[in-house]
């Protein structure tokens, strides 16, 4: 049972453009929702985290936009860089000691020249 | 410096062999995780550690043991009875002091040959 989908698979963006992928998830005991970058051959690392108290959250070019009634959360890069161009995966995990993360399957970002 | 310690980085194992693979940290954080990442796919818990001495099952245990004998210390192995154990495996962390967020090591590269 896949308790958080993402979308899309893969996404070539220009430089200089936005870049949106999206979550949906089904747990409404969900309240801990980070994004991770993971570079090729690497482990990936915290990029930005949102919990269902506010409905945006951003930092520097990263944006969670959360929508609760939805169950479905975002990322927007803004002014995407090819340096950007890494898999995003999304998470979900309820609040806890020791809480296990449940991850989307991934996106893969190209961001052109 | 602090962190998540993963060894070896590429492993190759010949069927019906078991391997061990390292993950050691200095966070000082008290829960300790293993996903497996497959090409295209997102990860998959296979164990967790909340404390020294206790450990449970992910969604993908099986064809896996783990111990948790020390605290910065979590070596998972890959039995003979995992059918399809070429994969990159992820050792990640959590503590009190991180709240909820999950470290990832560099990961390691299973093949079997």
């Known amino acids: 049972q896949q308790q958080v989908k993402q979308s899309p698979q893969s996404l070539i963006v220009q430089k200089g453009g936005i870049s949106i992928i999206n979550c949906a998830y089904e747990n409404t005991a969900f309240d801990y929702f980070p994004w991770y970058q993971q570079f090729p051959g690497k482990g990936p690392a915290l990029l930005i985290a949102?919990?269902?108290?506010?409905s945006e959250k951003k930092e520097g070019r990263f944006t969670i936009s959360f929508n609760k009634s939805a169950k479905q959360f975002s990322l927007h890069i803004m002014d995407s860089q090819p340096g950007d161009s890494a898999t995003y995966f999304c998470a979900a995990s309820w609040d806890g000691t020791a809480s296990k993360l449940t991850f989307g399957t991934g996106t893969r970002l190209q961001v052109t020249l | 410096d602090g962190g998540i310690t993963q060894s070896p980085k590429y492993l190759f194992r010949k069927e019906g062999q078991n391997v061990t693979l390292s993950c050691e940290q200095n966070l000082n954080h008290d829960a300790m995780y293993w996903y497996r990442q497959d090409p295209g796919q997102g990860l998959r818990l296979i164990y967790y550690?909340?404390?020294?001495?206790?450990?449970q099952k992910g969604d993908i245990a099986e064809g896996y043991s783990v111990s948790r004998e020390k605290k910065e210390s979590f070596p998972l192995t890959v039995t003979s009875a995992q059918k399809n154990p070429t994969a990159f495996y992820l050792c990640a962390s959590q503590g009190l002091s991180s709240g909820n967020t999950i470290y990832f090591g560099e990961g390691s590269w299973l093949t079997v040959v």
């Open positions: 949102i919990r269902p108290d506010v």
């Open positions: 550690s909340q404390i020294v001495n206790d450990f």
